[in-house]
T-cell receptor
Framework: NAGVTQTPKFRVLKTGQSMTLLCAQD?????MYWYRQDPGMGLRLIHY???????AKGEVPDGYNVSRLKKQNFLLGLESAAPSQTSVYFC????????????FGSGTRLTVV | QQQVKQSPQSLIVQKGGISIINCAYE??????FPWYQQFPGKGPALLIA?????SEKKEGRFTISFNKSAKQFSLHIMDSQPGDSATYFC?????????????FGKGTLLTVNP
């Protein structure tokens, strides 16, 4: 039982490059979330999804896009990476009807140079 | 607008001591208050949670105290151990509404010295 799996674990990008972070969960959870974690800033919500085919903006959505084509996958895209997007990105999922009980992945450390 | 304020930002405790982390919230619609523990290089993991119908919840050495009138809740770690050294996040949500999101505090880095 893998829970929430994030790929890749590490990545270095040059400014202006694009990339996609993949999150996969095997718990049949309805809700999925992308957070970024920066020193002193805690966990900030980028985008989230309440079900397959639906997405919504969180607290810091600018510069990111997401897609939830399959229930188990939630993709986070950076179209034109900027140094300000250097961060650790966490994906999380939770079951239907709960605003709690998040299961987090182990994170993706992204550096934009 | 920061809806969940967490303090202190960092905390150093001696082994065997009590660690106390405090959080305050603004949204009176919040009705679920979890705490997450995060070790370096790992994702946060649910530690303990409370709903406002009780004032205290205890699980082993970890206790949440909740004060609804003051809109505050706190995590107490009794007999703190070096293995408890981690970052702790409080959070809150309105589980009964359409807001399916947790709002997190900024975290507390706990160091327990041997």
């Amino acid at each position: 039982n893998a829970g929430v799996t994030q790929t890749p674990k590490f990545r270095v990008l040059k400014t202006g490059q694009s990339m996609t972070l993949l999150c996969a969960q095997d718990m049949n959870h309805e809700y999925m979330y992308w957070y970024r974690q920066d020193p002193g800033m805690g966990l900030r919500l980028i985008h989230y999804s309440v079900g397959e085919g639906t997405t919504a903006k969180g607290e810091v959505p600018d510069g990111y896009n997401v897609s939830r084509l399959k229930k188990q996958n939630f993709l986070l895209g950076l179209e034109s990476a900027a140094p300000s997007q250097t961060s650790v990105y966490f994906c999380a999922s939770s079951a239907l009807g709960q605003g709690y009980g998040y299961t987090f992945g182990s994170g993706t450390r992204l550096t934009v140079v | 607008q920061q809806q969940v304020k967490q303090s202190p930002q960092s905390l150093i405790v001696q082994k065997g001591g009590i660690s106390i982390i405090n959080c305050a919230y603004e949204n009176t619609a919040f009705d679920y208050f979890p705490w997450y523990q995060q070790f370096p290089g790992k994702g946060p993991a649910l530690l303990i949670a409370i709903r406002p119908d009780v004032s205290e919840k205890k699980e082993g050495r970890f206790t949440i105290s909740f004060n609804k009138s003051a809109k505050q809740f706190s995590l107490h770690i009794m007999d703190s151990q070096p293995g408890d050294s981690a970052t702790y996040f409080c959070a809150a949500s309105n589980s009964g509404g359409s807001n399916y999101k947790l709002t997190f505090g900024k975290g507390t880095l706990l160091t327990v010295n041997p």
